[in-house]
Protein backbone atom coordinates (compact mmCIF):
# COMPACT_ATOMS: atom_id res chain seq x y z
CA UNK A 1 0.00 0.00 0.00
CA UNK A 2 1.28 3.64 -1.05
CA UNK A 3 2.89 5.71 1.81
CA UNK A 4 -1.20 7.96 1.07
CA UNK A 5 -3.21 5.31 1.47
CA UNK A 6 -1.67 4.50 4.81
CA UNK A 7 -2.12 8.17 5.73
CA UNK A 8 -5.34 8.85 7.64
CA UNK A 9 -5.74 12.56 8.72
CA UNK A 10 -8.14 14.46 11.35
CA UNK A 11 -8.55 18.27 10.29
CA UNK A 12 -9.08 20.39 13.39
CA UNK A 13 -9.03 24.10 14.20
CA UNK A 14 -10.85 26.38 16.53
CA UNK A 15 -14.40 25.09 15.50
CA UNK A 16 -13.40 21.42 16.96
CA UNK A 17 -13.74 22.65 20.26
CA UNK A 18 -16.62 22.69 22.77
CA UNK A 19 -15.42 26.23 24.24
CA UNK A 20 -13.99 27.51 21.27
CA UNK A 21 -14.95 29.75 18.17
CA UNK A 22 -16.69 29.07 14.67
CA UNK A 23 -16.13 31.83 12.25
CA UNK A 24 -16.63 31.74 8.65
CA UNK A 25 -12.80 32.02 7.88
CA UNK A 26 -12.04 28.64 10.14
CA UNK A 27 -14.72 26.77 8.62
CA UNK A 28 -13.94 27.57 4.79
CA UNK A 29 -9.73 27.19 6.04
CA UNK A 30 -10.49 23.28 7.21
CA UNK A 31 -12.56 22.60 4.08
CA UNK A 32 -10.12 24.02 2.27
CA UNK A 33 -7.46 21.40 4.04
CA UNK A 34 -10.43 18.70 3.28
CA UNK A 35 -9.84 19.45 -0.71
CA UNK A 36 -5.88 19.39 -0.88
CA UNK A 37 -6.28 16.09 0.90
CA UNK A 38 -8.92 14.64 -1.29
CA UNK A 39 -7.03 15.46 -4.03
CA UNK A 40 -3.96 13.66 -3.16
CA UNK A 41 -6.45 10.50 -2.24
CA UNK A 42 -5.46 10.90 1.20
CA UNK A 43 -8.35 10.34 3.25
CA UNK A 44 -9.34 12.28 6.69
CA UNK A 45 -12.15 13.57 8.90
CA UNK A 46 -13.19 17.05 10.04
CA UNK A 47 -14.22 16.86 13.80
CA UNK A 48 -16.15 19.65 14.54
CA UNK A 49 -17.62 21.28 18.28
CA UNK A 50 -21.10 19.36 18.77
CA UNK A 51 -22.36 23.25 19.93
CA UNK A 52 -21.63 23.96 16.31
CA UNK A 53 -22.11 20.74 14.43
CA UNK A 54 -24.68 18.37 16.38
CA UNK A 55 -24.19 14.45 15.39
CA UNK A 56 -20.84 15.29 13.61
CA UNK A 57 -17.42 14.14 14.63
CA UNK A 58 -16.31 15.73 17.52
CA UNK A 59 -12.83 15.39 19.50
CA UNK A 60 -14.47 13.17 22.17
CA UNK A 61 -15.15 10.27 19.44
CA UNK A 62 -11.81 11.37 17.51
CA UNK A 63 -9.96 8.06 18.48
CA UNK A 64 -6.28 9.22 17.96
CA UNK A 65 -5.56 5.49 17.23
CA UNK A 66 -7.29 5.94 14.20
CA UNK A 67 -5.07 8.80 12.79
CA UNK A 68 -1.79 8.82 11.59
CA UNK A 69 -1.55 12.74 11.29
CA UNK A 70 -3.52 15.63 13.26
CA UNK A 71 -3.65 19.27 11.01
CA UNK A 72 -4.91 22.08 12.92
CA UNK A 73 -6.23 24.87 10.34
CA UNK A 74 -6.45 28.55 10.87
CA UNK A 75 -6.64 30.38 13.78
CA UNK A 76 -4.13 32.04 16.28
CA UNK A 77 -2.09 29.29 17.96
CA UNK A 78 -2.04 29.33 22.05
CA UNK A 79 -3.88 28.16 24.85
CA UNK A 80 -4.58 25.37 26.55
CA UNK A 81 -6.95 23.51 24.07
CA UNK A 82 -4.51 23.32 21.46
CA UNK A 83 -1.76 22.46 24.00
CA UNK A 84 -4.51 19.29 25.03
CA UNK A 85 -4.54 18.32 21.22
CA UNK A 86 -0.69 17.91 21.61
CA UNK A 87 -1.39 14.96 24.40
CA UNK A 88 -4.31 13.39 23.28
CA UNK A 89 -2.39 13.15 19.68
CA UNK A 90 0.81 12.45 20.97
CA UNK A 91 1.20 9.57 18.46
CA UNK A 92 0.01 12.13 15.31
CA UNK A 93 2.40 13.77 12.78
CA UNK A 94 0.46 17.16 14.34
CA UNK A 95 1.26 19.99 11.70
CA UNK A 96 -0.85 23.80 11.81
CA UNK A 97 -1.63 25.33 8.95
CA UNK A 98 -2.51 28.82 7.33
CA UNK A 99 -2.17 29.85 11.08
CA UNK A 100 -0.89 33.09 12.96
CA UNK A 101 2.09 32.79 15.30
CA UNK A 102 2.17 35.03 18.21
CA UNK A 103 4.72 33.62 20.13
CA UNK A 104 7.21 30.80 18.73
CA UNK A 105 8.50 29.75 22.08
CA UNK A 106 4.42 28.92 23.21
CA UNK A 107 4.02 25.31 23.82
CA UNK A 108 0.80 25.59 21.54
CA UNK A 109 3.13 26.02 18.84
CA UNK A 110 6.23 23.87 19.63
CA UNK A 111 4.24 20.96 20.01
CA UNK A 112 3.65 20.71 16.36
CA UNK A 113 5.84 19.08 14.12
CA UNK A 114 5.76 21.76 11.34
CA UNK A 115 3.92 24.92 10.89
CA UNK A 116 2.67 26.67 8.17
CA UNK A 117 1.75 30.08 9.19
CA UNK A 118 -0.09 32.58 7.54
CA UNK A 119 2.01 35.10 9.63
CA UNK A 120 4.51 34.99 11.86
CA UNK A 121 7.36 37.31 13.98
CA UNK A 122 9.93 37.65 10.84
CA UNK A 123 8.21 35.46 8.15
CA UNK A 124 6.41 37.09 5.15
CA UNK A 125 3.16 36.77 4.91
CA UNK A 126 0.96 34.10 3.08
CA UNK A 127 -2.45 34.29 1.86
CA UNK A 128 -5.18 32.74 4.08
CA UNK A 129 -6.95 29.45 3.33
CA UNK A 130 -10.55 30.95 3.75
CA UNK A 131 -9.79 32.39 -0.10
CA UNK A 132 -9.41 28.94 -1.56
CA UNK A 133 -12.76 26.94 -1.25
CA UNK A 134 -15.81 28.13 -3.64
CA UNK A 135 -19.22 28.39 -2.28
CA UNK A 136 -22.55 28.73 -3.60
CA UNK A 137 -24.61 31.81 -3.74
CA UNK A 138 -27.76 31.23 -1.44
CA UNK A 139 -30.63 33.73 -1.17
CA UNK A 140 -29.72 36.94 1.03
CA UNK A 141 -32.82 37.88 3.17
CA UNK A 142 -33.26 41.13 5.41
CA UNK A 143 -35.03 40.24 8.43
CA UNK A 144 -37.23 43.47 10.01
CA UNK A 145 -38.43 42.87 12.97
CA UNK A 146 -41.02 44.97 15.23
CA UNK A 147 -40.54 44.10 19.06
CA UNK A 148 -43.44 45.49 21.47
CA UNK A 149 -46.17 46.61 20.18
CA UNK A 150 -48.12 47.17 23.54
CA UNK A 151 -50.98 49.00 21.77
CA UNK A 152 -52.63 45.79 20.79
CA UNK A 153 -52.71 43.84 23.86
CA UNK A 154 -53.43 40.54 24.38
CA UNK A 155 -53.76 40.24 21.04
CA UNK A 156 -50.01 40.58 20.38
CA UNK A 157 -48.16 37.36 21.04
CA UNK A 158 -44.70 37.39 21.16
CA UNK A 159 -44.52 33.95 20.35
CA UNK A 160 -44.95 34.84 16.75
CA UNK A 161 -41.35 36.37 16.21
CA UNK A 162 -40.12 33.34 17.87
CA UNK A 163 -41.56 31.18 15.95
CA UNK A 164 -40.66 33.40 12.95
CA UNK A 165 -36.70 33.46 13.65
CA UNK A 166 -36.59 29.90 14.74
CA UNK A 167 -38.09 28.88 11.15
CA UNK A 168 -35.82 31.40 9.57
CA UNK A 169 -32.86 30.11 10.88
CA UNK A 170 -33.20 26.51 9.73
CA UNK A 171 -33.27 28.01 5.99
CA UNK A 172 -30.20 27.96 3.84
CA UNK A 173 -29.97 31.57 3.56
CA UNK A 174 -27.74 34.62 4.16
CA UNK A 175 -29.82 36.66 7.28
CA UNK A 176 -29.06 40.76 7.50
CA UNK A 177 -30.92 42.27 10.51
CA UNK A 178 -32.41 45.81 9.52
CA UNK A 179 -34.28 48.17 11.35
CA UNK A 180 -36.22 50.91 10.37
CA UNK A 181 -35.57 53.02 13.33
CA UNK A 182 -32.70 55.90 12.55
CA UNK A 183 -30.29 56.67 15.08
CA UNK A 184 -27.06 58.79 14.54
CA UNK A 185 -25.40 57.92 17.68
CA UNK A 186 -25.71 54.01 16.93
CA UNK A 187 -23.49 53.10 14.14
CA UNK A 188 -25.79 49.75 13.92
CA UNK A 189 -28.32 51.83 12.65
CA UNK A 190 -28.65 53.94 9.90
CA UNK A 191 -28.98 57.55 10.00
CA UNK A 192 -31.36 58.27 7.39
CA UNK A 193 -33.95 56.49 4.84
CA UNK A 194 -31.78 56.85 2.14
CA UNK A 195 -29.56 54.77 3.99
CA UNK A 196 -31.47 51.98 4.87
CA UNK A 197 -33.47 51.77 1.45
CA UNK A 198 -29.81 51.55 0.10
CA UNK A 199 -29.75 48.19 1.88
CA UNK A 200 -33.03 46.82 1.05
CA UNK A 201 -32.39 47.31 -2.68
CA UNK A 202 -29.49 44.77 -2.48
CA UNK A 203 -31.43 42.23 -1.02
CA UNK A 204 -33.15 39.36 -2.49
CA UNK A 205 -36.04 39.57 -0.01
CA UNK A 206 -37.27 40.99 3.09
CA UNK A 207 -38.97 38.54 5.78
CA UNK A 208 -40.82 41.41 8.30
CA UNK A 209 -43.36 41.75 11.10
CA UNK A 210 -43.39 45.18 10.21
CA UNK A 211 -45.28 47.57 8.24
CA UNK A 212 -42.42 49.72 7.08
CA UNK A 213 -40.49 46.52 6.05
CA UNK A 214 -43.05 45.29 4.15
CA UNK A 215 -43.76 48.72 2.55
CA UNK A 216 -40.30 50.02 2.03
CA UNK A 217 -39.16 46.37 0.64
CA UNK A 218 -41.88 46.55 -2.34
CA UNK A 219 -41.24 49.91 -2.92
CA UNK A 220 -37.69 49.03 -4.04
CA UNK A 221 -38.93 46.32 -5.44
CA UNK A 222 -37.81 43.38 -3.53
CA UNK A 223 -40.58 40.32 -2.54
CA UNK A 224 -41.12 40.44 1.18
CA UNK A 225 -42.45 37.58 3.03
CA UNK A 226 -44.78 39.83 5.81
CA UNK A 227 -45.89 38.05 8.94
CA UNK A 228 -48.84 40.01 10.81
CA UNK A 229 -48.09 39.04 14.55
CA UNK A 230 -51.29 40.56 15.91
CA UNK A 231 -53.85 37.83 16.22
CA UNK A 232 -56.71 38.07 13.52
CA UNK A 233 -54.44 40.52 11.39
CA UNK A 234 -53.57 44.40 11.88
CA UNK A 235 -51.80 46.87 9.66
CA UNK A 236 -49.27 44.48 8.09
CA UNK A 237 -52.34 42.68 6.92
CA UNK A 238 -53.98 45.84 6.24
CA UNK A 239 -50.88 47.29 4.01
CA UNK A 240 -50.54 44.06 2.07
CA UNK A 241 -53.93 44.35 1.00
CA UNK A 242 -53.20 48.37 0.38
CA UNK A 243 -50.50 47.22 -1.97
CA UNK A 244 -52.37 44.20 -3.30
CA UNK A 245 -49.43 41.87 -1.98
CA UNK A 246 -50.23 38.11 -1.25
CA UNK A 247 -47.30 36.95 0.76
CA UNK A 248 -48.46 37.92 4.15
CA UNK A 249 -48.97 35.43 7.07
CA UNK A 250 -51.56 36.23 9.91
CA UNK A 251 -51.41 35.10 13.24
CA UNK A 252 -54.96 33.52 13.84
CA UNK A 253 -56.84 34.98 16.68
CA UNK A 254 -56.53 32.54 19.86
CA UNK A 255 -59.13 31.09 21.67
CA UNK A 256 -58.59 31.37 25.79
CA UNK A 257 -56.26 28.03 26.48
CA UNK A 258 -55.71 27.15 23.11
CA UNK A 259 -52.11 25.68 22.87
CA UNK A 260 -50.25 24.71 19.26
CA UNK A 261 -47.90 26.73 17.36
CA UNK A 262 -49.24 30.37 15.93
CA UNK A 263 -47.52 29.68 12.32
CA UNK A 264 -47.78 27.08 10.08
CA UNK A 265 -44.32 26.56 8.84
CA UNK A 266 -45.67 25.08 5.53
CA UNK A 267 -47.49 28.36 4.52
CA UNK A 268 -43.96 30.08 5.40
CA UNK A 269 -42.07 27.84 2.97
CA UNK A 270 -44.63 28.22 0.73
CA UNK A 271 -44.14 32.19 0.43
CA UNK A 272 -40.33 32.17 0.91
CA UNK A 273 -40.34 30.17 -2.53
CA UNK A 274 -42.92 32.08 -3.94
CA UNK A 275 -40.63 35.55 -2.56
CA UNK A 276 -37.54 33.93 -4.40
CA UNK A 277 -39.55 32.75 -7.97
CA UNK A 278 -39.33 34.86 -11.38
CA UNK A 279 -43.39 35.21 -10.31
CA UNK A 280 -42.96 36.97 -6.67
CA UNK A 281 -40.16 38.69 -7.67
CA UNK A 282 -41.59 40.46 -10.75
CA UNK A 283 -44.65 41.45 -8.60
CA UNK A 284 -43.04 43.50 -6.56
CA UNK A 285 -44.04 46.86 -7.39
CA UNK A 286 -40.79 48.91 -7.16
CA UNK A 287 -43.28 52.05 -7.26
CA UNK A 288 -44.16 54.47 -4.85
CA UNK A 289 -47.87 55.16 -3.35
CA UNK A 290 -49.68 56.95 -6.10
CA UNK A 291 -49.87 59.84 -3.53
CA UNK A 292 -53.91 59.70 -3.54
CA UNK A 293 -53.77 60.52 0.30
CA UNK A 294 -51.05 63.45 0.16
CA UNK A 295 -53.81 64.83 -2.32
CA UNK A 296 -56.77 64.43 0.25
CA UNK A 297 -54.83 65.71 2.87
CA UNK A 298 -54.20 68.91 0.81
CA UNK A 299 -57.79 69.26 -0.03
CA UNK A 300 -58.25 68.83 4.21
CA UNK A 301 -56.12 71.66 4.61
CA UNK A 302 -57.53 73.85 1.74
CA UNK A 303 -53.97 74.10 0.22
CA UNK A 304 -54.74 73.26 -2.95
Known amino acids: ?39 AGVGCDLAWSPVFRPGGLDLGRADPGRYTHLVFACGPLHGRQIED ?57 GVVLAPGQAEYGARRDGRAEEELTDWLGA ?41 HGLVLALK ?17 AAQARAWSWPAVVTVPERAPGRDGPLLDERELDRWWEWCLSPEGAGRAPALPADGAMIGELMDVLGAR
Open 1 to 39: MSRRGQMRVLVTGWPSFLHGEATAGDVLAMEAVRHGLAE
Open 220 to 236: NGVPALAVDPVGGGAKV
Open 171 to 211: RECARVPLDTRLDPRDWRLCTTAAELESALRRLDLVVTTRL
Open 85 to 141: LHRRYARCTRVAVGVSVIDPDDPAVTGFDAVLARDAPAEAPRHDLAALPATPSVPVA
